[in-house]
């Protein structure tokens, strides 16, 4: 942080009157040799002087005569329990509908396949959806998934096409004798 | 002499509807400027200070003095105006409207036809600038600027530290800096 950044930050201290002696001397002569400083200051002023005025001038014009007849009207009000509990508790955003909609446009594409089970992907299923197979050390696992009663069937078995294979791949070697 | 507000607020509690009156009297027109400022809407400024008031009756029980009568009745005034402006978002039309008549009864209240130019166009911009905060740091701005109310009282009302106080006022000012750059 250079020493005007850190001059800026005394002047808004002291423009809150949070400041201590030893920094406002130090403050006071970087003013007097810095433009940049001396011009942030004289902006925070005129900033911090505008808003005052203007509220000041909106805050003149309520008298406490007409203020006071609106305040007893609400201490003379029947108390509503449910309306203080409400309003002290209850603050709907905007943009709460989003959620439960959200929520409810999740769980109908989640349960939309219970209601229309023939329905995958646009596509139409038969019985059996899917048929997996995975080579597990030498043995193939074959995973058999039904769709209506949803039951799985995992089928093991040795890949005795592979012996086969490998003996129609060498047509020429003939008997070894 | 002039009874001090924990006077009058003893006097309260033991049912002197007249001293709450007093003290409606001291404090309307600076809760009134404090949530002007959080919703840069006069009616419902108008209305948010009223109920403010109106908490105010009904808890004053439970004051014991503990903090000072002012920090208490204005944490009160701007939890209402926070959770007002979260509940009642204007419309932008609406708002408009509202800034136009802010701008007008500004000049009215200043009766010189010779008014600046430049300082109009600044307070014009000052109110869109500030609208443009966040409920948070328009909280210090306005409390800082309009009640002078040092950081350790912001930070009371406003439920944080001096440290976030002042972290926010820099952050505040500086945006309202960067927005109004042009009219300073």
Known sequence: ?177 | MEPSDWDLVQKCQAGEKSAFQELVSRYHQKVYMVILGLLGNREDALEVAQETFLRVFRKIDGFHGGSSFYTWIYRIAVNLAIDAQRRRKRDRLEFHENLDGLLESQNEVARDPFGDVHDRELREHLIQAINGLTPEHKAVIVLRTIEGLSYKDIGEILGCSEGTVMSRLHYARKKLQDKLNSFL
């Open chain 1, 1 to 177: 942080m250079n020493g005007c950044e850190r001059i800026r930050e005394f002047i808004e201290r002291r423009l809150d009157a949070e400041w201590s002696r030893a920094e406002d001397e130090s403050v006071s002569s970087h003013l007097e040799s810095c433009g940049e400083c001396s011009a942030a200051q004289r902006k925070l002023q005129k900033i911090d002087g505008a808003l005052k005025s203007m509220l000041a001038g909106e805050a003149a014009k309520i008298e406490f005569a007409s203020f006071w007849v609106g305040v007893e009207r609400r201490l003379n009000a029947p108390q509503s329990w449910l309306r203080d509990w409400r309003d002290r508790w209850i603050v709907v955003p905007r943009s709460a509908w989003a959620v439960p909609a959200f929520i409810l446009l999740l769980l109908g594409v989640l349960s939309f396949e219970s209601y229309f089970p023939a329905w995958r992907g646009g596509v139409a299923r038969g019985r059996f959806a899917s048929v997996d197979s995975i080579d597990a050390h030498g043995r193939t696992v074959a995973l058999l998934r039904e769709n209506e009663t949803r039951t799985t069937v995992i089928w093991l078995y040795d890949e005795a096409e592979d012996e086969h294979e490998t003996a129609e791949e060498d047509p020429k070697s003939g008997p070894a004798f």
